[in-house]
């Protein structure tokens, strides 16, 4: 079989893949694009675009069932059609999808749907549908991404066991709803489903939910799970299941031994793990830390010519951190002097009230050593969220004492999402607190509180006590 030859090929069309393909292809360099099965990748398709539009639905669900207390009141009752917020959904993700196929296109990139195996460290074959295709290339970028993780006797076969795919598309509401891990994901989807009507138990194995994030945030979040209804067990850890006339009895242990729920559906959120099993690197020689692939600062594994970007690799598993990987991998390839050089990527959790971080939290700027000064500035004291009615939460700025450097920002509460990336640009530029405190924000907005936070760090808040 004859083999057509690129300079580059990127295998996977996600959040990594396609900024990386689409890059290459404005630098000039001749690109094959292989993606198995989503234009934009599992995030764009069935992760976090769509999950994203389900828990907008969620939140409006609930703002308009407590507006009342703004004077706006409704004379009839108010219901969730899932079949129409699915179609939305999907109408949201078709646009997209259909706009990465628009834009490989417009720069030139040449696209192919298939799966990809390793022949040597720059061949390829491609199983398509059209049949085995083979393929050289100069440069070769692992953009393959990850997949859920499967718990032992939780088989995603099983129609009673959901994975992040399949509780973005459930045709009805599951009436009670297990959710296996309490991280990010599994609080995102387990509050999006209570906020929807379902009956949402949660069964995590740490002391707490979100092991990692500040205690802070972590007893706001419980304190406001409890009180929407979502049922929490901590040190708990799921055994087994099995099908009842009522539906899927789940067991699970606890110190207080061992306890049985009856749920209509299991979501089992306890991670994800990297595709590099489904393609043959073996055959490449390629250094691994595991099912991870090492990568330097230039996406460069110890192959020549052979790269590697956002959730195959170490380091943290998001579509963010992935694009930037993928546009510095592209400059490398066409031989800039780029590298990957952040000091942060910033993380967020679309729970209710939002998390996101920019840098080191309180608690491990602390474990770090770093002698700290930390303002705090609750909504509650931002006029701009008393307007919306929606106060829960907090800005925390973190600098380090000795010189007044921001070192990390966390933030719970509204539009935590979009208020994160000034913290981020101040954690890049090595701010110092006075920076943010003299920059003026505008008033009234959410964003006020990031000046007032970096005030309080100095001991010169107005709308607060200073402590």
């Given at each position: ?27 000039g ?33 609930e ?5 009342d ?26 646009k997209?999808?259909g ?14 749907e ?18 085995p ?5 100069d440069?070769?970028v ?7 993780i ?9 129609a ?13 509401l599951?009436?009670r ?12 989807m ?25 205690p ?30 009522d539906g ?24 994800r ?6 393609l ?9 830390a595991?099912r ?5 600062k230039?996406?460069?594994?110890s ?44 993380a967020?959790?679309?729970?209710d ?10 608690h491990e ?12 500035v ?13 106060t829960?939460?907090?800005i ?22 979009d208020?994160?990336s ?5 954690v ?22 990031i ?7 100095l ?9």
């Open positions: 079989m004859s083999s057509t030859h690129y300079t580059a090929i990127v295998l996977g069309a996600g959040p990594g893949g396609y900024p990386c393909a689409i890059r290459l292809g404005q630098l360099v001749k690109t094959l694009v292989v993606e198995r099965e989503y234009w934009g990748g599992v995030c764009l398709n069935v992760g976090c675009i769509p999950s994203k539009a389900l828990i907008t639905a969620g939140k409006r669900l703002e308009f069932q407590h507006a207390a703004m004077g706006i009141e409704f004379t009839g009752s108010l219901s969730v059609n899932m079949t129409k917020l699915q179609a939305w959904k999907s109408t949201v993700t078709g997209l999808s706009g990465v196929r628009t834009l490989l296109k417009g720069n030139k990139v040449e696209m192919l298939g799966s990809a195996r390793f022949i040597g460290p720059h061949e390829l074959e491609v199983t398509t549908k059209d049949g295709k083979r393929f050289t290339a440069h070769i692992i953009a393959t991404g990850s997949r859920p499967e718990v032992p006797g939780f088989s995603f076969k099983d009673r066991i959901l994975d992040s795919t399949k509780a973005l598309a459930l045709p009805q599951p009436k709803l297990a959710v296996i891990g309490g991280g990010y994901i599994g609080l995102e387990g509050s999006m489903y209570r906020k929807l009507g379902s009956e949402v138990t949660v069964i995590e194995m740490a002391d707490q939910v979100l092991p990692g994030f500040d802070d945030v972590v007893k706001l979040i419980a304190r406001k799970l409890k009180k929407s209804g979502v049922v929490v067990h901590t040190h708990a850890q799921a055994r087994g299941w099995e099908e009842t006339d899927a009895a789940l067991t699970y242990k606890t110190p207080d031994g061992e306890q049985t729920l009856t749920v209509d559906a299991i979501l089992v959120t306890v991670g793990r990297p595709n590099t099993d489904q043959d690197l073996e055959k490449t020689g390629v250094k691994m595991g991870f692939i090492e990568t330097d230039q996406l460069k594994t192959v020549a010519g052979l790269y590697a970007i956002g959730d195959c690799t170490t380091g943290l598993m998001l579509a963010h951190k992935a694009t930037h990987d993928g546009e510095i991998c592209a400059e490398v390839i066409a031989g800039h002097k780029a590298f990957n050089d952040a000091k942060t990527v910033p967020v959790v679309f729970t009230p939002e998390i996101a971080t920019a840098g080191l939290q309180e700027a602390r474990a770090a050593g770093f002698d700290v000064r930390v303002g705090k609750p909504f509650a004291a931002i006029g701009r969220a008393l307007t919306t009615n929606d829960d939460g907090f925390k700025v973190i600098a380090n004492r000795v010189d007044g450097r921001v070192l990390g920002v966390t933030i719970v509460g509204p539009h935590a999402s208020l994160i000034e913290c981020v640009l101040a890049e530029m090595e701010c110092e607190l006075r920076d943010i405190a003299l920059s003026i924000h505008p008033h009234p907005t959410l964003s006020e509180g000046m007032e936070a970096a005030k309080a760090a001991g010169e808040a107005v709308h607060i006590l200073n402590t």
